[in-house]
C-alpha cells in the first residue's frame, strides 16, 4: 500500500522558514517523480514544486520560484520542501504527491496521483 506522510507544518511570520519533510512506502520511490502541491482555503489544489526521479531535477512554480526548493534523498524515501521568504498567500495544507507512472513527471496536477495522507499545515502569519 502506497503511503506517503507529510510533517514539517506550523505557524510563521511573513519572511520565515520552515523545511517540510514527506516519507514514502509502498512502491519504488527512486523510479517515481515526486511532487508538492498545496491547497488553500476555498481553493483547489496547486501544483507546486516536482524532483524528477533519478537526475533529482526540479521545477517549480512560478509563484514559489526563488523561494522554495524540492529536494529528495532515495536512500531514505524521503522528500523535502525548503521554504524561505514565506508570504501569507502561502498559507495551505500542503502535501507531497507521487508521478502517476515510473519515471513520468510534468508540471501540472493532473500528472500526480490525488494527495493520500493527511498534509501538513503552513500558516504564514503576523
Known amino acids: 500500500e502506497v503511503q506517503l506522510v507529510e510533517s514539517g507544518g506550523g505557524l510563521v511570520q511573513p519572511g520565515g522558514s520552515l523545511r517540510l519533510s514527506c516519507v514514502a512506502s509502498?512502491?519504488?520511490?527512486?523510479?517515481?517523480?515526486m511532487a508538492w502541491v498545496r491547497q488553500a482555503p476555498g481553493k483547489g489544489l496547486e501544483w507546486v514544486a516536482v524532483v524528477r526521479p533519478r537526475s533529482s531535477v526540479t521545477t517549480h512554480a512560478e509563484s514559489v520560484r526563488g523561494r522554495f526548493t524540492i529536494s529528495r534523498d532515495n536512500a531514505k524515501n524521503m522528500v523535502y520542501l525548503q521554504m524561505n521568504s514565506l508570504k501569507p498567500e502561502d498559507t495551505a495544507v500542503y502535501y507531497c504527491?507521487?508521478?502517476?507512472?515510473?519515471?513520468?513527471?510534468?508540471?501540472?496536477?493532473?500528472?500526480?496521483?490525488?494527495?493520500r495522507g493527511q498534509g501538513t499545515q503552513v500558516t504564514v502569519s503576523s
Open positions: 509502498g512502491f519504488d520511490f527512486s523510479n517515481f517523480a
Open positions: 504527491v507521487k508521478g502517476l507512472t515510473p519515471f513520468s513527471s510534468c508540471s501540472e496536477i493532473n500528472c500526480y496521483d490525488p494527495p
